[in-house]
């Protein structure tokens, strides 16, 4: 997959300037869920400003260590790495105001690092159960000139020239292959607590940089560094911009980028982490060169998503960015805005698929389609250029078929029954694309169908768990 192979030539370029040290790279090939949550700094509420989050199925509004071990899937590769990792979703600020999610490339590529630190005689311990710690501030809007404000950097990336260097705040140009977010964690643990009430000072960074040189006295303890990139698609809107500046801002109401922060909530077996720290020397990171930990394919990860909780629109067009996130400039520190009657509820999960109950119609699954070239859906097959769930319907339903499946955003199957068996019912999250005719519903996948049926007797949307496999 070429996000992966482009992430790890521009890793080599970034780090050309520090002596080879082994690491591995976790591959997270889409976001969980996107919605305001963070169980780390506002654990059991709604918080502040919309985040993308990756990795264990367990994840909720309020986590321990023992609910990442109950993720019955994971949006990231690697089987015993059940942690979630998360930083803000970014959004495309108009001429007129209204702004706009930008999408994803991928999910995120996790970088683990063996950094050694002769201080610690090379020792490098996994974080233990139950470990949380954050990265940067939402509220800083400028370059501090610290080694916190330089662990975070975007990469303005351009796969046809020589890399740009990288920035502390958004590039000021645009991106023909995206905007990548950087975030290096801390390293030095103070060997003692697993949070703290600022969710940082349990952790320090090491004495020379960001990634490098002896822990200082007070965090003594090495923990394997942690880095995260995210990509988004924001050459989408290279023909939207406007005016003299970039027009890209993060969901806490940030045009300058230097807030960026990222969480990471430790879900790893934690032995088997050790085991890969104490045993993986692979020079360019590769994962499949590291025996203790076990890969899932891509589309498994893909499938695994957890329902949004939070009765609000987070994508689309948007009047305000979710929360109460009013844009604040730099250079001075942004603060806490209230009062804009922000929903706080955490309410029942919201579907993914479309509720068509009401014209005799249900949810049957998401299903593989195509497969060695045999169709679910035999019936016929229409393109529709402004394809919605309701629209397949209404022509199958015209035609006389009792199934309708949406797949790859405009494509429209009919049929009265599954071909063969009864396809393995997937995770949603490989329905996810989003209709031709409507941004805010989804129609299917690439090789994905969206299953609908008329309803006999009851009209009920079948609840398929979300499985692996
Ligand atoms: C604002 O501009 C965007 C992009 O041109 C457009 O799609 C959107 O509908 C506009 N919103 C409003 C409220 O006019």
Not at 4 to 28: I, N, T
Not at 158 to 181: D, E, L, S, V
Not at 221 to 234: A, K, L, P, Q, Y
Not at 385 to 397: H, I, L, Q
């Amino acid at each position: 997959m070429p996000f992966f192979k482009q992430a790890s030539l521009a890793w080599m370029f970034v780090c050309s300037a520090h002596p080879s040290v082994a690491f591995f790279k976790v591959p997270c090939s889409s976001p969980l869920v996107i919605q305001r949550a963070d169980p780390i700094v506002s654990p059991g509420v709604a918080s502040n400003h919309v985040h993308t989050i990756m990795g264990g199925s367990g994840f909720g509004f309020t986590m321990n260590y023992d609910m990442t071990q109950t993720s019955k899937c994971n949006s990231c590769s690697a089987i015993e790495d059940k942690s979630n990792y998360w930083v803000a979703a970014l959004y495309y600020h108009a001429q007129n105001g209204s702004f706009h999610q930008v999408p994803q490339n991928g999910g995120a590529l996790i970088y683990y690092e063996q950094r050694p630190d002769p201080s610690t005689n090379g020792k490098i311990v996994a974080p233990p159960a139950g470990f949380r710690m954050i990265a940067g501030s939402p509220f800083d809007r400028s370059d501090k000139g610290t080694i916190e404000t330089h662990a975070r950097s975007f990469a303005c990336l351009n796969y046809n020239a020589p890399g740009t260097p990288q920035t502390y705040g958004f590039p000021t140009t645009k991106c023909p292959n995206g905007i990548r977010a950087q975030v290096y964690f801390p390293s030095c643990w103070d060997g003692v607590n697993l949070d703290s009430p600022d969710h940082k000072s349990h952790m320090a960074y090491p004495t020379q940089d960001y990634d490098n040189g002896p822990c200082p006295a007070t965090h003594p303890v090495r923990i394997i560094s942690i880095f995260i990139e995210v990509t988004w698609h924001t050459e989408q809107f290279d023909d939207m911009w406007y005016g003299d500046k970039q027009p890209f801002v993060f969901s806490f109401g940030d045009p300058t980028g230097y807030g960026i922060h990222g969480d990471f909530l430790n879900g790893w077996d934690v032995n088997v982490l050790q085991q890969a720290i104490d045993t993986c020397n692979d020079g360019g990171g590769d994962i499949t060169q590291c025996a203790p930990i076990h890969m899932q394919p891509d589309w498994v990860t893909d499938g695994c998503i957890v329902e949004r909780s939070i009765d609000e629109q987070v994508d689309g067009w948007l009047d305000a960015l979710p929360g109460c996130n009013p844009i604040q400039d730099g250079p001075g520190d942004a603060h806490v805005v209230t009062g804009c009657n922000a929903p706080t509820q955490i309410g029942q999960p919201l579907h993914y698929y479309t509720d068509l109950t009401s014209k005799g119609w249900q949810w049957m699954g998401c299903t593989r389609d195509n497969v060695g070239g045999v169709r679910v859906l035999t019936g016929s097959m229409a393109g529709i250029s402004d394809m919605t769930p309701e629209k397949c319907v209404d022509v199958c339903n015209a035609a006389g078929y009792s199934i309708a499946g949406v797949e790859n955003q405009h494509e429209c199957f009919c049929g009265n029954s599954l071909a063969g068996d009864m396809p393995t019912v997937t995770p949603m999250g490989n329905c996810l694309m989003t209709c031709a005719g409507d941004e805010l519903q989804n129609c299917g996948g690439y090789g994905f169908i969206g299953l609908y049926q008329k309803c006999q007797g009851n009209c009920n949307n079948l609840q398929y768990p979300v499985v692996p496999h």
